[in-house]
C-alpha cells in the first residue's frame, strides 16, 4: 500500500438518465454502492449532499472513453458534470478511465442472477463501485492515484 493517500473517496459514475455514486473505507479495502441519483437539475445537489455526509478525500468521476481512449459522445457530459461537482463541492475531482465499468456492472448482475430489467436501478451503483474499485487497485499498485484531476482554471459553473 506504499503511496496511497489515506482517505474515504466517493465515486460517480455519470450517465444521461441516472447517477450511480459509490463510497470506499478510508483504507481502500473495498467499494461499496451507496445511491443511485436520478439525472436532473437536482443531481449535483444530491451529490454535494453524500459529499458532505461522507467527507471524502476526493471524487473519483468515470470518464468514458472508447477502447482506443478517444473521447466519445459522453466524455464532455462527463467532463462537465465532473466540473459542476468540483465547483459546488469544492472537493478534488478526479476524472478516471472507465472503460468496460458498465459492461462488467451488467456481467457481475447476471451472474449474481438478476436480469437487465431488474437491475436498472442499481446498475449505476454497481459501475460506480467497479470504477473506484479499479482506481483504489490502481493507486496501492502504482503509488500514484489514477486519471486527472480538474483543475480550478478550467471549472465550470
Excluded: W
Excluded at 437536482?42 to 471524502?56: F, Q, S
Excluded at 459522445?73 to 468540483?86: G, N, V
Excluded at 447476471?110 to 479499479?134: C, E, H, M, P, W
Amino acid at each position: 500500500m506504499s503511496g496511497f493517500r489515506r482517505g474515504v473517496r466517493l465515486g460517480v459514475d455519470v450517465g444521461r438518465a441516472r447517477v450511480g455514486v459509490s463510497r470506499c473505507d478510508p483504507d481502500g479495502m473495498l467499494a461499496v454502492p451507496v445511491e443511485t441519483v436520478p439525472r436532473n437539475e437536482h443531481a449535483v445537489e444530491r451529490i454535494a449532499a453524500l459529499a458532505a455526509e461522507y467527507e471524502p478525500l476526493e471524487l473519483v468521476v468515470g470518464l468514458p472513453v472508447n477502447m482506443q481512449g478517444a473521447d466519445t459522445a459522453s466524455t464532455l457530459d462527463a467532463r462537465e458534470f465532473a466540473a459542476a461537482l468540483l465547483t459546488r463541492t469544492r472537493i478534488p475531482t478526479r476524472l478516471v478511465d472507465e472503460r468496460l465499468s458498465t459492461v462488467t456492472a451488467h456481467a457481475a448482475l447476471r451472474s449474481s442472477g438478476r436480469t437487465q430489467k431488474n437491475s436498472r436501478s442499481i446498475v449505476d451503483q454497481v459501475a460506480a463501485v467497479v470504477l473506484l474499485q479499479q482506481a483504489i487497485d490502481t493507486e496501492k499498485s502504482t503509488g500514484n492515484p489514477p486519471g486527472d484531476t480538474i483543475p480550478l482554471d478550467e471549472e465550470s459553473s
